[in-house]
């Protein structure tokens, strides 16, 4: 439970980072809902964690991560949904990035031996996090976000088609992992 806990707050120091760094804006930790933000996407990652069948979860955190980011940050709708489900597209990178450099170094032959032994670890939601913490700082993968940002504004896509595509490629994305 406490691996648990402790891996929700790296996640979610984590993601205000990220947050600020693609919407480009400076963390003031003067800003009262910086504060809220946090304890509440804590909170909610931990009930996540604990009441969520696995195969719904990541659909249920690009929920809740898009309704941190508009009590946050004040922004649309369309915006939050993007920037919800790009965060949780880095971390999917990092997953497997990670999971494959852990097959090259060590000893284990499968992902599913991986997976016993690492998975859910206060030390692989570290690892992780720290791997989106070095991805975000490639320039590329800001450009991205703000290519997506930029068509998403210009083609004035209606807010119904974002939901179900990202709704579709989440899904597309945990089938493919089960």
Known sequence: M???IIG???ISVINIYIWNRLLNQKLSFKNYKLYI???A??????IIFFSVNSIIKSLFVVIMFTLVVIYMYGIRLKQS????FYTQILY???????IILLLIVTNIQNKIELAEVFSGTIYAN??????VFVIIHI????????????????EKIKNTIIVIFIVAITASILFNFI
């Open 92 to 98: 999917i990178i990092s997953e497997v990035s990670v």
């Open 41 to 46: 996407m804590l909170i909610l990652l931990i």
């Open 139 to 154: 320039s590329a993968i800001r450009n991205m976000y703000d290519k997506i940002i930029y068509l998403t504004r210009r």
């Open 8 to 10: 929700s707050l790296v």
């Open 37 to 39: 933000g946090f304890l």
């Open 2 to 4: 406490l691996e648990n």
């Open 126 to 131: 570290i690892i992780i996090s720290l791997f």
């Open 81 to 84: 949904i993007v920037l919800a």
